[in-house]
Nanobody, 117 residues
Framework: QVHLVESGGGLVHPGGSLKLSCVVSGDSFSSYAMAWYRQAPGKQREVVAVIMPAQTTYYPSATKGRFTISRDNPNKTIYLQMNNLTPEDTAVYYC???????????WGQGTQVTVSS
């Protein structure tokens, strides 16, 4: 069984930064693709960053250049460094793990990020 727990969300001013963490329990962490998704009120969940087992990363245009995903395999943790945040980044952010290029086999409970002045 794989269990994911996110942390690091909160309230930040526009232009500010925040770093999210996701700790994973269970076996085979290093073989999973990992991702961060977000879901804003009234909107569909969308991917914001993906990191493959070989450390290859993917970002959609909305977050490329501002967000950085990384993974620490020995500690079974992934991170999302978010810079230059805007109110449009306000959402619940979820960590996921899986075998595909958009991993979605396992999910965390989410952490709220609010960008507001």
């Amino acid at each position: 069984q794989v269990h994911l727990v996110e942390s690091g969300g909160g309230l930040v001013h526009p232009g500010g930064s925040l770093k999210l963490s996701c700790v994973v329990s269970g076996d085979s962490f290093s073989s999973y693709a990992m991702a961060w998704y977000r879901q804003a009120p009234g909107k569909q969940r969308e991917v914001v960053a993906v990191i493959m087992p070989a450390q290859t990363t993917y970002y959609p245009s909305a977050t490329k250049g501002r967000f950085t995903i990384s993974r620490d395999n020995p500690n079974k943790t992934i991170y999302l460094q978010m810079n230059n945040l805007t109110p449009e980044d306000t959402a619940v952010y979820y960590c996921s793990a899986g075998r595909g290029v958009l991993p979605s086999d396992y999910w965390g409970q989410g952490t709220q990020v609010t960008v507001s002045s």
